[in-house]
């Protein structure tokens, strides 16, 4: 089965990567037909927990290989990370001014980006999907990397990294549903925005693949891109919200714990 996974092109390894973190997160999600009101203490933890992971993997899994290959392809090794990261935040920031979306436990006179008549549940939902967008990109960034045969851009870690997101994906999708129930939406409801927001994680895995693939001189800028979009969202969006239940020291031990786990992942099979 590993063999005929080897044998697939880096494009369709990458899309099978990110069905399989948006299948995690459609599992966390359907955890909302056994329970309707978990601890805010449980989600809180799942936030940090989400946001540990996503740190480790923009350093071990992104930032570190961006600056080995700039490195081996005779640029100066902090340069394309230090572009590449930088306007990766700055991509994201964009969106965030600009995409209407509204945050779990905000009343709809808060939601953010451009004025819209949209629905509150679309705007929930378009704020979580904000999540999701530089996760799939990440792993998508990091499997096209393969195809060039560098050291530092190995199957492994683009495995690695695909593992490690989805393991975050899953507790994610459990604090994206439940909320949603607590709110007053039906379980079928609940779910279905709640697997609906991992969505974009196929799509952007894809078109960081093949972008990475395409051209070759642009991937350490891709994988700095991608680490700086994670960043972004981990310290704009993921930590903030779980520090606003009144949990900070619970999910800050979440954060350490999902470090952890993802650099363990990273530094064991990368």
Not at 232 to 258: K, R, W, Y
């Amino acid at each position: 089965m590993f063999d005929f996974f080897i044998s697939l092109s880096p494009v369709v390894q990458a899309l099978i990567g990110t069905l399989f973190t948006w299948g995690l997160t459609a599992l966390g999600s359907a955890a909302v037909f056994l329970r309707k009101n978990p601890s805010q203490k449980m989600l809180d933890i799942m936030l940090g927990f989400a946001a540990g992971v996503m740190i480790a993997a923009s350093y071990w899994s992104l930032l570190a290989p961006a600056i080995d290959m700039s490195s081996e392809m005779g640029m100066r090794p902090w340069l394309p990370p230090a572009i590449g990261f930088l306007f990766g935040g700055i991509f994201l920031r964009i969106i965030d001014r600009l995409l209407p979306h509204l945050h779990l436990g905000q009343p709809r006179q808060e939601a953010e980006g451009i004025a819209t008549t949209w629905k509150r549940t679309t705007l929930l939902v378009l704020a979580i999907t904000l999540h999701n967008i530089p996760e799939g990109m990440a792993v998508g960034v990091a499997f096209g990397a393969v195809a060039y045969g560098i050291p530092s851009a190995s199957l492994a870690g683009a495995i690695a990294l695909a593992l490690g997101i989805g393991i975050q994906n899953f507790p994610e999708g459990m604090a994206v549903s439940m909320p949603l129930r607590r709110e007053g939406f039906s379980p079928l409801k609940s779910f279905w925005y709640g697997q609906l927001s991992g969505i974009v994680e196929p799509i952007f895995g894809v078109l960081g693949a093949i972008a990475v693939v395409a051209a070759r001189p642009i991937l350490p800028y891709a994988l700095a891109f991608a680490a700086g979009a994670m960043i972004f969202v981990v310290v704009e969006e993921v930590i903030p919200e779980s520090q606003q239940g009144g949990n900070g020291d619970q999910a800050t031990m979440g954060v350490l714990l999902g470090f952890t786990i993802m650099m363990i992942l990273d530094v064991a099979l990368g």
